[in-house]
Protein backbone atom coordinates (compact mmCIF):
# COMPACT_ATOMS: atom_id res chain seq x y z
CA UNK A 1 0.00 0.00 0.00
CA UNK A 2 1.61 3.34 -0.78
CA UNK A 3 2.29 5.75 1.47
CA UNK A 4 -0.54 8.65 0.38
CA UNK A 5 -3.25 11.08 1.30
CA UNK A 6 -6.61 9.55 -0.51
CA UNK A 7 -9.48 11.12 0.21
CA UNK A 8 -12.06 8.31 0.45
CA UNK A 9 -15.15 10.98 -0.59
CA UNK A 10 -13.76 10.63 -3.92
CA UNK A 11 -10.77 8.39 -4.19
CA UNK A 12 -8.72 11.32 -5.37
CA UNK A 13 -4.94 10.69 -4.31
CA UNK A 14 -4.32 14.05 -2.66
CA UNK A 15 -0.46 13.57 -1.38
CA UNK A 16 2.10 11.00 -1.79
CA UNK A 17 5.38 10.32 0.55
CA UNK A 18 8.77 8.59 -0.61
CA UNK A 19 9.10 5.80 2.83
CA UNK A 20 12.39 6.33 4.54
CA UNK A 21 15.41 4.98 3.20
CA UNK A 22 17.52 1.88 5.32
CA UNK A 23 19.99 5.21 6.35
CA UNK A 24 17.36 7.10 7.45
CA UNK A 25 15.56 4.33 9.76
CA UNK A 26 18.65 4.23 11.19
CA UNK A 27 19.47 7.49 12.26
CA UNK A 28 16.33 7.74 13.63
CA UNK A 29 16.68 4.76 15.64
CA UNK A 30 19.83 6.11 16.63
CA UNK A 31 18.27 9.17 17.89
CA UNK A 32 15.51 7.77 19.97
CA UNK A 33 17.87 5.86 22.29
CA UNK A 34 20.01 9.11 22.22
CA UNK A 35 16.60 11.04 23.31
CA UNK A 36 16.11 8.21 25.63
CA UNK A 37 19.29 8.59 27.93
CA UNK A 38 17.80 12.25 28.40
CA UNK A 39 14.46 11.65 28.74
CA UNK A 40 14.48 8.82 31.07
CA UNK A 41 16.04 11.30 33.41
CA UNK A 42 14.07 14.61 33.12
CA UNK A 43 11.42 15.25 36.13
CA UNK A 44 7.72 14.24 36.00
CA UNK A 45 7.04 18.02 36.45
CA UNK A 46 8.68 18.79 33.33
CA UNK A 47 7.26 16.01 31.60
CA UNK A 48 3.88 17.21 32.39
CA UNK A 49 4.61 21.11 31.74
CA UNK A 50 5.67 19.71 28.03
CA UNK A 51 2.48 17.36 27.70
CA UNK A 52 -0.06 20.36 28.89
CA UNK A 53 2.04 21.79 26.32
CA UNK A 54 0.89 19.54 24.00
CA UNK A 55 -2.59 19.34 24.79
CA UNK A 56 -2.75 23.25 24.36
CA UNK A 57 -1.59 23.61 21.05
CA UNK A 58 -4.00 20.67 19.87
CA UNK A 59 -6.39 22.65 20.81
CA UNK A 60 -5.79 25.71 18.91
CA UNK A 61 -5.19 23.07 15.90
CA UNK A 62 -8.42 21.58 16.24
CA UNK A 63 -10.22 22.84 13.06
CA UNK A 64 -6.90 22.34 11.16
CA UNK A 65 -6.20 18.54 12.07
CA UNK A 66 -9.52 17.97 12.10
CA UNK A 67 -10.11 18.62 8.57
CA UNK A 68 -6.69 16.45 8.01
CA UNK A 69 -8.09 13.17 9.30
CA UNK A 70 -11.70 13.90 7.73
CA UNK A 71 -9.79 13.96 4.19
CA UNK A 72 -7.37 11.08 5.20
CA UNK A 73 -9.75 8.20 6.34
CA UNK A 74 -13.43 9.99 5.90
CA UNK A 75 -14.57 10.30 9.03
CA UNK A 76 -17.88 13.13 9.98
CA UNK A 77 -15.36 16.45 10.73
CA UNK A 78 -17.73 16.73 13.55
CA UNK A 79 -16.24 13.43 15.00
CA UNK A 80 -12.69 14.33 13.85
CA UNK A 81 -12.77 17.29 16.18
CA UNK A 82 -14.50 15.54 18.97
CA UNK A 83 -11.44 12.88 18.66
CA UNK A 84 -8.56 15.87 18.66
CA UNK A 85 -10.38 17.49 22.05
CA UNK A 86 -10.39 13.87 23.43
CA UNK A 87 -6.88 13.38 22.61
CA UNK A 88 -6.28 16.88 24.68
CA UNK A 89 -7.92 15.47 27.72
CA UNK A 90 -6.13 13.14 27.94
CA UNK A 91 -2.80 14.07 27.53
CA UNK A 92 -3.39 16.31 30.78
CA UNK A 93 -4.79 13.38 32.58
CA UNK A 94 -1.73 11.53 31.96
CA UNK A 95 0.27 14.91 32.83
CA UNK A 96 -1.66 15.35 36.02
CA UNK A 97 -1.78 11.86 37.31
CA UNK A 98 1.21 10.06 35.95
CA UNK A 99 4.03 10.76 39.10
CA UNK A 100 1.49 9.20 41.06
CA UNK A 101 0.30 6.27 39.56
CA UNK A 102 4.53 5.61 38.93
CA UNK A 103 4.95 6.73 42.83
CA UNK A 104 7.48 3.96 44.60
CA UNK A 105 5.53 1.33 46.33
CA UNK A 106 6.64 -0.29 49.48
CA UNK A 107 4.88 -3.60 50.48
CA UNK A 108 4.15 -4.91 54.13
CA UNK A 109 6.81 -3.92 56.56
CA UNK A 110 6.31 -7.30 58.13
CA UNK A 111 7.09 -8.50 54.83
CA UNK A 112 10.20 -6.66 54.21
CA UNK A 113 11.10 -8.00 57.70
CA UNK A 114 10.45 -11.71 57.21
CA UNK A 115 12.73 -10.92 54.38
CA UNK A 116 15.63 -9.66 55.91
CA UNK A 117 15.23 -6.58 54.65
CA UNK A 118 15.06 -3.08 56.50
CA UNK A 119 13.10 -1.86 53.66
CA UNK A 120 11.79 -3.01 50.39
CA UNK A 121 10.21 -0.54 47.47
CA UNK A 122 8.85 -1.40 44.12
CA UNK A 123 9.96 1.32 41.50
CA UNK A 124 8.51 1.81 37.86
CA UNK A 125 11.55 3.09 35.80
CA UNK A 126 10.78 3.28 31.70
CA UNK A 127 11.97 0.85 29.53
CA UNK A 128 13.40 2.81 26.21
CA UNK A 129 11.91 3.74 22.51
CA UNK A 130 8.84 2.00 22.37
CA UNK A 131 7.49 1.00 18.38
CA UNK A 132 3.82 2.02 18.14
CA UNK A 133 1.77 0.40 15.07
CA UNK A 134 -1.30 2.29 14.71
CA UNK A 135 -4.06 1.99 12.52
CA UNK A 136 -6.14 4.32 10.71
CA UNK A 137 -9.71 4.70 12.07
CA UNK A 138 -9.20 7.11 15.05
CA UNK A 139 -5.52 8.57 13.68
CA UNK A 140 -4.71 10.96 16.93
CA UNK A 141 -6.49 8.87 19.69
CA UNK A 142 -5.17 5.84 19.00
CA UNK A 143 -1.81 6.72 18.93
CA UNK A 144 -2.15 9.49 21.32
CA UNK A 145 -3.24 6.76 24.21
CA UNK A 146 -0.24 5.38 23.76
CA UNK A 147 2.16 8.68 23.09
CA UNK A 148 0.70 10.42 26.37
CA UNK A 149 1.46 7.67 29.18
CA UNK A 150 5.00 6.73 27.67
CA UNK A 151 6.43 9.99 27.57
CA UNK A 152 5.22 10.33 31.32
CA UNK A 153 6.95 7.29 32.11
CA UNK A 154 10.53 8.54 30.47
CA UNK A 155 10.24 6.58 27.42
CA UNK A 156 10.18 7.71 23.74
CA UNK A 157 7.99 6.73 20.68
CA UNK A 158 8.39 5.62 17.36
CA UNK A 159 5.37 5.59 15.35
CA UNK A 160 4.53 3.45 12.29
CA UNK A 161 1.35 4.51 11.29
CA UNK A 162 -1.31 3.41 9.02
CA UNK A 163 0.05 4.41 4.99
CA UNK A 164 -3.67 6.23 4.34
CA UNK A 165 -3.14 8.77 7.63
CA UNK A 166 0.54 10.16 7.13
CA UNK A 167 0.04 13.40 7.04
CA UNK A 168 -1.77 13.13 10.24
CA UNK A 169 1.28 11.06 11.71
CA UNK A 170 3.53 13.65 10.72
CA UNK A 171 1.09 16.22 12.49
CA UNK A 172 1.95 14.44 15.74
CA UNK A 173 5.45 14.75 15.04
CA UNK A 174 5.72 17.69 15.01
CA UNK A 175 3.12 18.64 17.89
CA UNK A 176 5.35 16.79 19.94
CA UNK A 177 8.29 18.91 18.75
CA UNK A 178 6.09 22.19 18.65
CA UNK A 179 5.79 21.60 22.91
CA UNK A 180 9.30 21.45 23.34
CA UNK A 181 9.89 17.92 24.44
CA UNK A 182 13.56 17.06 23.01
CA UNK A 183 14.46 15.67 19.33
CA UNK A 184 13.85 12.12 19.25
CA UNK A 185 11.51 11.69 21.69
CA UNK A 186 8.46 11.20 19.75
CA UNK A 187 9.21 10.34 15.19
CA UNK A 188 6.79 9.22 12.78
CA UNK A 189 8.21 6.75 10.86
CA UNK A 190 6.92 6.60 7.17
CA UNK A 191 7.88 3.15 6.08
CA UNK A 192 5.80 0.30 4.48
CA UNK A 193 4.53 -2.97 6.81
CA UNK A 194 7.78 -4.52 5.33
CA UNK A 195 9.86 -2.51 7.07
CA UNK A 196 8.46 -2.64 10.70
CA UNK A 197 10.40 -6.36 11.32
CA UNK A 198 13.22 -4.86 10.74
CA UNK A 199 12.46 -2.04 13.40
CA UNK A 200 11.30 -4.57 16.12
CA UNK A 201 14.25 -6.40 16.00
CA UNK A 202 16.89 -3.48 16.25
CA UNK A 203 17.91 -4.32 19.94
CA UNK A 204 17.11 -0.48 20.76
CA UNK A 205 13.83 -1.13 20.54
CA UNK A 206 12.22 -2.59 23.67
CA UNK A 207 8.63 -2.82 23.00
CA UNK A 208 6.04 -2.57 20.59
CA UNK A 209 2.17 -1.99 21.07
CA UNK A 210 -0.23 -2.61 18.05
CA UNK A 211 -3.61 -1.25 17.38
CA UNK A 212 -5.13 -3.39 14.24
CA UNK A 213 -6.13 -6.26 12.09
CA UNK A 214 -5.86 -9.63 14.05
CA UNK A 215 -3.20 -10.82 10.81
CA UNK A 216 -0.98 -7.94 12.01
CA UNK A 217 -0.72 -8.60 15.61
CA UNK A 218 0.34 -12.00 14.78
CA UNK A 219 3.12 -11.00 12.99
CA UNK A 220 4.34 -8.21 15.54
CA UNK A 221 3.62 -10.62 18.48
CA UNK A 222 5.83 -13.09 16.51
CA UNK A 223 8.66 -11.14 15.81
CA UNK A 224 8.67 -9.89 19.54
CA UNK A 225 8.11 -13.47 20.55
CA UNK A 226 11.18 -14.18 18.83
CA UNK A 227 13.56 -10.98 20.14
CA UNK A 228 11.75 -11.89 23.73
CA UNK A 229 10.40 -8.24 23.80
CA UNK A 230 7.06 -6.91 25.61
CA UNK A 231 3.98 -6.14 23.57
CA UNK A 232 0.28 -4.77 23.40
CA UNK A 233 -2.09 -6.01 20.89
CA UNK A 234 -5.46 -4.21 20.84
CA UNK A 235 -6.85 -6.38 17.78
CA UNK A 236 -10.70 -6.65 16.12
CA UNK A 237 -13.92 -6.62 17.93
CA UNK A 238 -17.12 -8.18 17.61
CA UNK A 239 -18.90 -6.39 20.70
CA UNK A 240 -21.92 -7.57 21.68
CA UNK A 241 -24.89 -5.05 22.52
CA UNK A 242 -27.34 -7.25 24.68
CA UNK A 243 -30.94 -6.01 25.05
CA UNK A 244 -32.87 -7.40 28.04
CA UNK A 245 -36.89 -6.90 28.64
CA UNK A 246 -36.18 -4.86 31.53
CA UNK A 247 -34.43 -1.85 29.55
CA UNK A 248 -35.52 1.26 28.38
CA UNK A 249 -36.19 0.17 24.89
CA UNK A 250 -36.20 3.80 23.86
CA UNK A 251 -32.94 4.53 25.12
CA UNK A 252 -30.93 1.47 24.23
CA UNK A 253 -32.11 1.62 20.35
CA UNK A 254 -31.65 5.24 20.54
CA UNK A 255 -27.74 4.91 21.54
CA UNK A 256 -27.64 1.50 19.69
CA UNK A 257 -27.63 3.93 16.25
CA UNK A 258 -24.65 5.83 17.45
CA UNK A 259 -23.10 2.94 19.08
CA UNK A 260 -22.84 0.77 15.91
CA UNK A 261 -22.14 4.01 13.46
CA UNK A 262 -19.75 5.93 15.23
CA UNK A 263 -16.89 6.28 12.99
CA UNK A 264 -18.61 5.32 10.38
CA UNK A 265 -18.95 1.76 11.54
CA UNK A 266 -15.12 2.10 11.32
CA UNK A 267 -14.54 0.97 15.36
CA UNK A 268 -13.24 -2.01 17.29
CA UNK A 269 -15.21 -1.33 20.11
CA UNK A 270 -18.25 -0.48 17.72
CA UNK A 271 -21.40 -2.61 18.92
CA UNK A 272 -21.86 -4.79 16.27
CA UNK A 273 -23.99 -7.73 17.28
CA UNK A 274 -27.66 -7.11 18.41
CA UNK A 275 -29.08 -9.49 20.74
CA UNK A 276 -32.75 -8.92 22.29
CA UNK A 277 -34.59 -10.95 23.97
CA UNK A 278 -37.70 -12.22 22.27
CA UNK A 279 -40.21 -10.15 24.83
CA UNK A 280 -38.76 -6.60 23.67
CA UNK A 281 -37.10 -7.80 20.17
CA UNK A 282 -40.16 -6.29 17.95
CA UNK A 283 -40.16 -3.04 19.60
CA UNK A 284 -36.11 -2.75 19.77
CA UNK A 285 -35.88 -3.73 15.73
CA UNK A 286 -38.67 -1.47 14.97
CA UNK A 287 -37.06 1.86 16.85
CA UNK A 288 -33.21 0.83 15.49
CA UNK A 289 -34.04 0.39 12.05
CA UNK A 290 -35.90 3.89 12.22
CA UNK A 291 -33.41 5.39 13.34
CA UNK A 292 -30.28 3.50 11.34
CA UNK A 293 -32.83 4.52 8.36
CA UNK A 294 -32.87 8.17 8.95
CA UNK A 295 -28.80 8.54 9.47
CA UNK A 296 -27.30 11.35 7.13
CA UNK A 297 -25.01 9.87 4.29
CA UNK A 298 -22.62 12.62 2.83
CA UNK A 299 -19.45 14.51 2.74
CA UNK A 300 -18.01 13.89 5.75
CA UNK A 301 -16.80 17.88 5.83
CA UNK A 302 -20.35 18.74 5.56
CA UNK A 303 -21.13 19.88 9.55
CA UNK A 304 -24.79 17.60 9.05
CA UNK A 305 -23.22 14.24 7.80
CA UNK A 306 -23.71 11.42 10.36
CA UNK A 307 -21.84 8.77 8.55
CA UNK A 308 -19.05 9.30 5.71
CA UNK A 309 -17.22 7.32 3.62
CA UNK A 310 -15.10 3.74 4.82
CA UNK A 311 -11.60 4.61 4.71
CA UNK A 312 -10.12 2.48 1.79
CA UNK A 313 -12.53 1.01 -1.47
CA UNK A 314 -11.26 -2.56 -0.48
CA UNK A 315 -12.21 -1.66 2.67
CA UNK A 316 -16.35 -1.42 1.35
CA UNK A 317 -15.18 -4.27 -0.85
CA UNK A 318 -14.61 -6.44 2.22
CA UNK A 319 -18.13 -5.31 3.74
CA UNK A 320 -20.50 -6.05 0.47
CA UNK A 321 -18.82 -9.74 1.15
CA UNK A 322 -20.27 -10.31 4.12
CA UNK A 323 -23.67 -8.41 3.56
CA UNK A 324 -23.71 -10.37 0.09
CA UNK A 325 -23.04 -13.77 1.57
CA UNK A 326 -25.42 -13.22 4.39
CA UNK A 327 -27.75 -12.34 2.17
CA UNK A 328 -27.53 -15.44 -0.11
CA UNK A 329 -27.76 -18.06 3.09
CA UNK A 330 -30.91 -16.29 4.51
CA UNK A 331 -30.50 -12.95 6.06
CA UNK A 332 -33.38 -10.24 5.85
CA UNK A 333 -32.28 -6.96 4.94
CA UNK A 334 -34.40 -4.16 7.68
CA UNK A 335 -32.47 -1.07 6.00
CA UNK A 336 -29.47 -0.51 3.53
CA UNK A 337 -27.90 -3.46 2.11
CA UNK A 338 -26.02 -1.39 -0.77
CA UNK A 339 -24.48 1.55 -1.56
CA UNK A 340 -26.58 4.62 -1.08
CA UNK A 341 -28.60 6.51 -4.05
CA UNK A 342 -25.86 8.76 -4.95
CA UNK A 343 -22.85 7.66 -3.82
CA UNK A 344 -22.80 4.03 -6.38
CA UNK A 345 -19.83 5.07 -8.44
CA UNK A 346 -18.22 7.94 -6.24
CA UNK A 347 -16.30 7.66 -2.97
CA UNK A 348 -16.40 4.27 -0.66
CA UNK A 349 -19.97 4.78 0.67
CA UNK A 350 -22.27 2.05 2.29
CA UNK A 351 -25.68 2.40 3.48
CA UNK A 352 -26.13 2.17 7.49
CA UNK A 353 -27.45 -1.36 7.85
CA UNK A 354 -29.41 -3.66 9.96
CA UNK A 355 -29.08 -7.88 8.84
CA UNK A 356 -31.61 -9.76 10.81
CA UNK A 357 -31.74 -13.94 10.95
CA UNK A 358 -28.52 -14.43 11.23
CA UNK A 359 -26.97 -18.46 11.40
CA UNK A 360 -23.88 -19.47 12.12
CA UNK A 361 -23.18 -20.38 8.62
CA UNK A 362 -22.89 -16.84 7.32
CA UNK A 363 -19.40 -15.51 7.82
CA UNK A 364 -20.58 -12.12 9.11
CA UNK A 365 -21.76 -14.12 12.36
CA UNK A 366 -18.03 -14.79 13.10
CA UNK A 367 -16.31 -12.19 11.19
CA UNK A 368 -15.57 -8.68 12.17
CA UNK A 369 -17.78 -5.99 10.29
CA UNK A 370 -15.95 -3.06 9.96
CA UNK A 371 -19.05 -0.77 8.80
CA UNK A 372 -21.96 0.22 9.63
CA UNK A 373 -23.55 -2.93 9.16
CA UNK A 374 -25.34 -4.24 12.14
CA UNK A 375 -26.53 -8.06 13.05
CA UNK A 376 -29.90 -8.91 14.66
CA UNK A 377 -30.53 -11.68 16.77
CA UNK A 378 -33.21 -12.67 18.64
CA UNK A 379 -32.79 -15.10 22.00
CA UNK A 380 -35.36 -16.63 24.57
CA UNK A 381 -33.15 -15.80 27.63
CA UNK A 382 -30.57 -14.83 29.48
CA UNK A 383 -28.66 -17.99 29.07
CA UNK A 384 -29.02 -17.85 25.51
CA UNK A 385 -28.26 -13.63 25.82
CA UNK A 386 -25.01 -14.83 27.36
CA UNK A 387 -23.90 -17.84 25.19
CA UNK A 388 -24.55 -16.04 21.87
CA UNK A 389 -22.64 -12.64 22.95
CA UNK A 390 -19.53 -15.51 23.71
CA UNK A 391 -20.18 -17.00 20.67
CA UNK A 392 -17.61 -15.09 18.78
CA UNK A 393 -13.32 -15.35 18.48
CA UNK A 394 -12.93 -11.55 19.61
CA UNK A 395 -13.63 -10.10 23.39
CA UNK A 396 -12.86 -6.53 23.15
CA UNK A 397 -16.31 -4.67 25.45
CA UNK A 398 -19.78 -5.34 25.48
CA UNK A 399 -22.95 -3.73 26.26
CA UNK A 400 -25.66 -4.96 28.59
CA UNK A 401 -29.12 -3.45 28.93
CA UNK A 402 -30.93 -4.26 31.61
CA UNK A 403 -32.20 -2.77 34.92
CA UNK A 404 -32.39 -6.02 36.83
CA UNK A 405 -29.28 -6.53 39.12
CA UNK A 406 -29.43 -10.03 39.52
CA UNK A 407 -28.69 -10.06 35.19
CA UNK A 408 -26.31 -7.50 35.64
CA UNK A 409 -23.99 -9.68 37.76
CA UNK A 410 -24.52 -12.49 35.48
CA UNK A 411 -23.28 -10.64 32.51
CA UNK A 412 -19.99 -9.00 34.59
CA UNK A 413 -19.20 -12.61 35.70
CA UNK A 414 -19.91 -14.05 32.22
CA UNK A 415 -19.26 -12.28 29.55
CA UNK A 416 -15.64 -12.72 27.70
CA UNK A 417 -14.91 -9.42 27.13
CA UNK A 418 -12.33 -6.51 28.66
CA UNK A 419 -15.34 -4.36 29.32
CA UNK A 420 -18.80 -4.32 30.18
CA UNK A 421 -20.99 -1.64 29.89
CA UNK A 422 -24.16 -1.38 31.33
CA UNK A 423 -27.50 0.54 30.27
CA UNK A 424 -24.64 2.67 27.90
CA UNK A 425 -22.27 2.20 25.12
CA UNK A 426 -18.33 1.57 24.72
CA UNK A 427 -16.23 4.51 24.91
CA UNK A 428 -12.54 4.35 26.41
CA UNK A 429 -11.76 6.70 28.67
CA UNK A 430 -7.88 7.97 29.92
CA UNK A 431 -8.88 6.74 33.41
CA UNK A 432 -9.75 3.16 32.86
CA UNK A 433 -8.05 0.47 31.56
CA UNK A 434 -8.60 -0.68 27.98
CA UNK A 435 -8.16 -3.75 26.23
CA UNK A 436 -9.57 -7.38 25.12
CA UNK A 437 -8.97 -11.12 25.52
CA UNK A 438 -9.41 -14.26 23.23
CA UNK A 439 -8.26 -12.74 19.99
CA UNK A 440 -8.75 -9.30 20.41
CA UNK A 441 -5.22 -8.61 21.91
CA UNK A 442 -3.46 -9.05 25.21
CA UNK A 443 -2.57 -6.13 27.81
CA UNK A 444 -4.14 -2.98 28.79
CA UNK A 445 -4.15 0.35 27.59
CA UNK A 446 -5.08 4.02 29.44
CA UNK A 447 -5.61 4.19 33.05
CA UNK A 448 -2.33 3.03 35.64
CA UNK A 449 -2.51 -0.45 33.65
CA UNK A 450 -1.53 1.07 30.67
CA UNK A 451 1.44 3.55 31.94
CA UNK A 452 3.00 0.54 33.66
CA UNK A 453 2.58 -1.77 30.74
CA UNK A 454 6.11 -0.74 29.70
CA UNK A 455 8.07 -0.04 32.18
CA UNK A 456 10.69 -2.07 34.05
CA UNK A 457 8.79 -3.10 37.71
CA UNK A 458 11.87 -2.88 39.88
CA UNK A 459 12.55 -4.36 43.19
CA UNK A 460 14.50 -2.27 45.70
CA UNK A 461 15.56 -3.94 48.22
CA UNK A 462 17.50 -2.93 51.41
CA UNK A 463 18.88 -5.53 54.00
CA UNK A 464 18.90 -4.40 57.34
Not at 90 to 99: K, S, T
Not at 107 to 132: C, F, H, I, Q, T
Not at 320 to 325: F, G, R, S, T
Request: charged share 25%.
Amino acid sequence: MPIATVNPANGETLKTFDALSAEEIERRLALAESAFRTHRTTSFAERARLLHRAADLLDEDLQTIGRVMTTEMGKPVKQARAEAAKCAKAMRWYADHAERLLADEEPDPSDAKDSGASRVLVRYRPLGPVLAVMPWNFPLWQVVRFAAPALMAGNVGLLKHASNVPQTALYLEELFRRAGFAEGCFQTLLIGSGAVEGVLRDPRVKAATLTGSEPAGRAVASVAGDEVKKTVLELGGSDPYVVMPSADIDRAARIAVTARVQNNGQSCIAAKRFIVHADVFDAFAERFTAGMAALKVGDPLDEDTDVGPLSTEQGRSDLEELVDDAVENGANVLCGGERPEGYRDRGWYYAPTILADITPQMRIHQEEAFGPVATLYRVADLDEAVALANDTPFGLSSNVWTRDEGEVDRFVRDLEAGGVYVNGMTASHPAFPFGGVKRSGYGRELSEHGIREFCNITTVWHGA
